[in-house]
């Protein structure tokens, strides 16, 4: 079975965000979307580009109402000194979690036992903690901020318009379809 | 366990191709790239935007030397139908895969057991049958062709220069990264 | 242990019946006579044949009381792209049940599993859900709708003249039997 | 699953025939098609207008190549007793099978263990063992002899004709289908 | 170990007795003595002058309080049967219960599963359903009613009298014995 | 199941005989027909009036080439003490045979576990060492010597005369029958 | 595990004791202390030593409110017939226990599975049922009852003075120990 | 079961004698008698007089050529320091095994789990490594080391005379038995 | 995972202390710091050196308020023994705990099972009885006691300053860390 | 049991030294002493002072043959990202292993599941890759470089001198002892 509308476990990590170490648990995920967005590991080479270009890319997330967590194994200690040591990872505002006991790695399925490290998977989750949108990549394979944010939009759009869903490529703003028994066959 | 690198299963299915009907098996799959372009039913909505999408870009894939295989849990029978009736679908030309008894759907974990119908997931396997990229969206929500084709490119890039990773919303043609220690905390 | 007086299972499925979606659980088919007439697939060969014939025997089916429901592991959008494009399907009038998640073809022991299709399957269930007659065919045989009126209709008489038995080929208004003790060796 | 393509087992029982006990084996059924026609007792009622229907029928199976097997739980000496005094059951000249140790009984799944007696169960087996068609009807509804010889005929062309099949209803000299792509949806 | 003193399972079989069908079940046989008097099969060889013999001292069975009870595993149906055609078996007028279930056969551990017949087997139940005598003999070797009677006989007067016991070959009015301390050793 | 045709399992046990203890095996057993005669205790009440009446009709089994084995749970210490002792066993010349490893007892199912003692069972055994007729009596009940004499002698008649059956209460030079398909119903 | 301290099992057991026949059970042990004194078989040769030297010794037993039980695997028949024939047990007034079913045998751990015989094991129970010592030797080796005599005497002398102890080959009246911290290394 | 007859299990185990640590292995006990004489604890109260006693009658036991190992729980260090310490113990020349792992406890039974300490066992051992016979008291009551050698002797003498036994309370010299059927009951 | 924060469980051992026995549990322990200072055995070479050095700190330690608790698996009968025999031990005036059954030994993890010997480990156990401090050395090799109390003072230091905590080789009045997000990376 | 002689598992694992990535595994580790050193994380308090500490003593060891590793459970990119801008950590020569995945925590038995960190555990390794000294602190407490190196020229001195170990507290020169059975009980 797919992870589509599995509702996430209970987690207690630390995060480090704007200079401070603090708590965050599932409930603090609840209420709102997220995008979950999980790296190898902190001081290596594809992943600060990713998280940059999500830094980049944050008040348009928020805007949506959509809070953007980055995971590694990497304890918040690593974390802050990343953040003080790199001029990329500086820019990040968003929190960034540690999970060094493979809690969420391997909620989400993403953990690789052998290395203790996280695929490079970003999972879009509803306000009631389910996951609608997944993608994951192999090691070197950078993701896309802005294609994340996309299907943010369109998970929304379909949360929130049920009798509506949007077709291939849809962007805010797009036609979408009202699918009917008229429809059958003649799309 | 993420699904990254995993081979995929042995299978034997039917297909609708170019007005036939032809057994695929695994062994068709192996020693070239392969989109699996999982989507829940024929005669549906949202399935044949995403699949004429993925018609228009068939060429880009194909230069790419990548095949795309589309497949639903309906027969190869239903597929044929399809084609003949709908116009955004009789433009599709790549393989339909047939999969009645369930047979991907479940290796490729998209099988919604308690429907009988797979989720919208998109896998790209490389020449060894192994995934490299996946993603999964809920029922309502399009995929975006050209995206995929982004990440086709970007892993056949990591692929073939072992030595150099891309980074985010990498591109063919733009800047990738090559790993070494002196880059540790510069990026 | 044959099938015969087993209860059938219970059940929720999508059908197509004039133009319209609807659901049918086991509830709407208790409290009268039902005939399941299980075929292998929408758009092949036999099907077309044996549901055409059986659509021209529907009123004598309705006159027993006798609800007559089509299954395949087809969806529901499947059978109504079918009834829109097959004049001999558009025949039908009777419920057309789609079981793409093998619930009713496991149900009825009819599930083909390499297949994930249906074989010929008929069976005709009583008031209480319980199967009295069954008949299977392999998959190029078509079967016949009148003889399976026959079998309703010596059925029912059974249900309702609890003391009498009908004898070989016996059709309405012919005699029957009522077993007692002098009858032993008489026959 | 069915019990379609089931090949029945090993099994050696006793038999009545013409005057004379003999053992039949499954090597005795195997070469040429067989109908075993089982059903609950001897001396009882709606049983002996069965097998004298069948008797009268037995010339047009042995035409079309198929030997006529009745069966019950009842021993041989019974079997003859009930031939010697019964004048319908005094016409029958194909094998009477006597399954006390109910072998033939479980093998076909038509045991009721509560009773010691087999249903009314008939069921057409290839030459090579294996089973086509098969019928089970409830204690007091008597089957039709020549319905099954209609069957025995369709089975019998789509074994000789591996590329055409029988629709509905058919009989020898009618007309048959012969799948092919061009038909799908157009029957 | 062994059945003496074992009770009897609850079962319920059709007997034949005297032109009628009628039901048997422990609890008819509870409170008083009873003879269970199996046989392999109806129309058979040995059986037919055991049941005789049985039958001309019925008599005195029932002189004694003792119930007969025949015990094959034909159907009552056959027994009928039996009984109209056989001036042998003509003459029983004890009932002939019907055991095609094996439920008798497989309680009393007289079962050849092989065959689905049941061994020559005689077993005396006292009062409370317990068994109290057993003698079982193979196929061809027919039984001795009188020593049957003798031994019901012997039975009752153990249980009636507590404190004696019948020596070898004891017949109603010959000498019993009073166990005591002072006869051990002095027999 | 019944005990006839079970081949008795191994053993090796201590026997008196006319004034002389031996061992007793299996293998001493096999080659003709023997009586195993169980009874609870020695120096008890009823069993020395049933072993004095074996003793005496001793010669008769032994014209029939049968051997007899008296058996109980005592030690071949006490067979010889009580032999010694009691005038009616004195004149026993059979062996009888030490079963207190309850080894025979059990493997002829009369042990009375909670008594450590053996029930009043007599097995007729034939060279083969399968069990062909067996009987067992409640503990006063005392068996009937020339009753099982009869009974060797049917054994011997039915195994030597494999086409002929023995009729009930059968004595030596008394009519047998042959079983056949005529006699079906005639008897 | 050691069996000191043990508890002895439930047992009930026929005895004979002067000329009687009486049931034993644990109940009656309880409340003094007792010898069970197992042999291996009644009418064998060390065992009528070893009873008559107990025999001989059971009043002083008796002044220490030591009941003695002799055992074997005999019934209580034969216990008498012994009595009543050898001189040296006609000496025995204590109760000689019945053990046919092995039960005492097990509880005490001295039964020989294979022979169905005790083993020479004499046991000193206290009045609350616990074992305080126990003695067994093989086959042929005859006991010592003035030995087991002192350890009666040494048991109750450490029950009774829970301050002291008996040293080796301690008698009454002789000296005995009172362990304290002073004597450590002292002795 | 007993202990009669057990093969004592493989061990090493250290010793103190004489002044020096050695190695013993069951090796070194086989091919003599041993007595095994298991005691509580070193620095103790009982135990002084028992193997001081012991020490005593060493000579008489070499003299039957039978070995004395002395076992406790403590460690060879400890051994030592008694035997320097205690002037009863000063007198031991036999060996005093070591125990700490609780290996010949264990093997002969004696160990007391809750306390780790060895219950007051003396086991004789054949010159095949077999126990022939035991004896087990309580914590607080002393053994008598001449008792000890009269069942050595007496166990020696069976042995060494296959068909004579020794009597009750038998002596070297005394009279012995030779068990025959003539002493049936004469004894 | 390690022993950190174990609880120790329940347990009740023999002591030797000051010219007494006493026992000791885990009562006992709880409540203030305290020492299990584990060696292999008493009257061997490293340990005296070991449990001497420690005697003399051992008002250190109870000025720190931490008991100290020697442990081998030798009785107490043994600890006194030695501390009658021994110089050095002789200054010992700590509880000298007494683990012949292994209790302490398996539930601290040093028991050696093949030896019945404790390793050497030495355990500091906080007032809730958890363990804070631990380490084992091989056979041969002797600790430090003043290491130890070094090791109870800071692990007492934390336990009282709960935001402070004690750099490598800290002493008590030497300088100690207070933990805080500015200090990552600056040590 | 203890970790006392465990042999080190199989790994293979990434350190970060003198400026470089490499693999270390357990080959590399056998044939010289080896001191594990585990922490609970980069980028921490006590952590730092330990490493220095041990830093300024690596020498020390490495003229023992001793090497040195630091392990905690983030990756070798964290471990050169601390030594770039830590100046404690700048000293560190030795290589630091990087264990994300647990492998070596777990086999050392020191990770704290929940935390996904280790424990302080330093673990002094023979040359056959066997633990030989262990010692565990709770997270607040240094450790003391100095008397682990002084336990490593214990732990070489046992090994070199089979036939002496070291008294508490030793240090290289000082006085060892010959154990030997004259010692017992003088020391």
Redesign the interface.
Same mark, same amino acid.
């Given at each position: 079975?797919?992870?589509?509308?599995k509702e996430i476990g209970d987690f207690t990590v630390q995060a480090f965000r704007n200079?401070?170490?603090k708590t965050v648990t599932k409930a603090d995920v609840l209420g709102k979307w997220a995008l979950f967005f999980f790296y190898p590991?902190?001081?290596?080479?594809?992943?600060?580009?990713?998280l940059?270009?999500?830094a980049e890319n944050y008040d348009a997330f928020k805007a949506e109402g959509c809070e953007v967590y980055s995971v590694s194994?990497?304890?918040h200690?690593?974390h802050?000194?990343?953040h003080?040591?790199?001029e990329?990872i500086s820019k990040v505002t968003y929190p960034m979690l540690a999970?060094?006991?493979?809690v969420l790695a391997e909620d989400f399925?993403?953990? =690789?036992?052998?290395?203790?490290?996280a695929?490079r998977?970003a999972f879009i989750v509803d306000p009631d903690g389910k996951i609608?949108?997944?993608?994951?990549? $192999?090691?070197? =394979?950078?993701?896309?901020?802005?294609?994340l944010l996309?299907?943010v939009q369109? $998970?929304k759009f379909?949360r929130e318009h049920g009798d509506?869903?949007?077709?291939?490529?849809?962007q805010p703003g797009a036609e979408t379809?009202k699918?009917s028994?008229d429809?059958?066959?003649?799309?």
């Open positions: 079975m797919s992870l589509i509308n200079g401070e170490f590991a902190d001081f290596t080479f594809v992943c600060p580009t990713e940059e270009e999500l194994c990497d304890t200690f690593v802050k000194a990343w003080d040591e790199s990329r999970d060094p006991a493979h399925e993403v953990l =690789i036992p052998a290395d203790g490290l695929e998977g609608q949108v997944y993608e994951v990549t $192999a090691g070197g =394979i950078g993701r896309n901020a802005e294609e996309r299907l369109a $998970a379909v509506q869903v949007c077709p291939a490529k849809w379809l699918p028994l429809l059958v066959g003649q799309l």
